[in-house]
């Protein structure tokens, strides 16, 4: 435990009031310093377990840090609680970054989230994440996926692979009509993801993809050729043969065609192609 991780802590049990701006000001910094950083190297070369042992043990020790806090902001202050939009935003987007297992995450980090996240719903009042993106404020959960877009942008995605976690835990927590309103802001990142050469990252986008799909309207995606352009983009991933990839794209195949023709025929026809579901299952064979 550093200066920093002590000072945060002392003036959390010494608060007097929710309003402290020196003690928010803190909070604010010490979160921020907390993500995954740029990784330039990224855009060069496939990311390894060792790129991130000097992260794994920051985020695990900031974590804890942030929790032990939290804790100590729960039992002084019981209703009523005055937390700037920002800190929420900014914690929200940290615990998104450190939800599943991942190569700068730990079982132990992952856990530690977890818990964190339930504090500090607990501590401002709202009873579970889902309430928070869509009943704390009109659209919040997409507030916070445009804060993480800079770092989504084509140019950019490669160097900030825990965006792309978060934008995922973020994206499952969306579901019809929400998504299907906003189609067009989730949308995007997918298919940039998709375009990537590892493996991995085809395997994120394709589910993506799929839940963006499941929990949008038939006329969402015939509008302005949305499902055109989905089934143009993965149908050439069907000649890889990757067996990684494969499972996510029938998956996702499947679900875009019974969304997009009748069910029963389940038949997808572009330009004069069409594509079957016997001839998707014939190809696995």
């Not at 050439?236 to 499972?247: G, K, S, Y």
Request: one cysteine or more; charged letters at 25%; glycine letters at 2%.
């Amino acid at each position: 435990m550093d200066d920093k991780d002590k000072e945060l802590i002392f003036l959390s049990e010494s608060l007097e009031s929710d309003r402290h701006a020196l003690f928010w000001s803190q909070v604010k910094e010490f979160i921020s310093i907390s993500y995954l950083p740029e990784l330039k190297f990224a855009e060069e070369r496939f990311l390894v377990p060792e790129d991130f042992v000097e992260h794994k043990l920051l985020i695990n020790r900031n974590l804890k840090t942030l929790s032990l806090v939290t804790k100590n902001l729960i039992k002084k202050f019981t209703d009523n609680v005055n937390v700037d939009d920002e800190i929420i935003q900014l914690l929200i987007l940290l615990c998104g970054e450190n939800m599943d297992d991942e190569l700068w995450t730990t079982k132990e980090i992952v856990k530690t989230t977890e818990n964190l996240l339930d504090d500090f719903l607990k501590f401002i009042n709202i009873s579970n994440l889902k309430k928070l993106l869509f009943e704390y404020k009109v659209n919040f959960a997409f507030t916070l996926l445009t804060k993480l877009r800079p770092k989504l942008l084509k140019d950019s995605w490669k160097r900030f692979p825990a965006a792309i976690s978060c934008y995922k835990f973020l994206l499952f927590h969306i579901e019809s009509p929400h998504l299907s309103e906003n189609i067009d802001s989730v949308l995007p990142t997918a298919l940039i993801v998709l375009d990537d050469h590892v493996v991995s990252n085809r395997v994120i986008a394709i589910k993506c993809i799929e839940h963006i799909i499941n929990n949008s309207t038939s006329t969402d995606l015939t509008l302005l050729g949305r499902g055109n352009l989905l089934y143009k983009t993965m149908e050439p991933l069907i000649h890889f043969r990757d067996p990684e990839v494969f499972p996510a794209l029938i998956s996702c195949i499947i679900a875009l065609l019974t969304k997009t023709e009748h069910p029963e025929e389940l038949k997808f026809s572009y330009s004069g192609h069409i594509l079957t579901m016997s001839s998707i299952f014939g190809y696995q064979e």
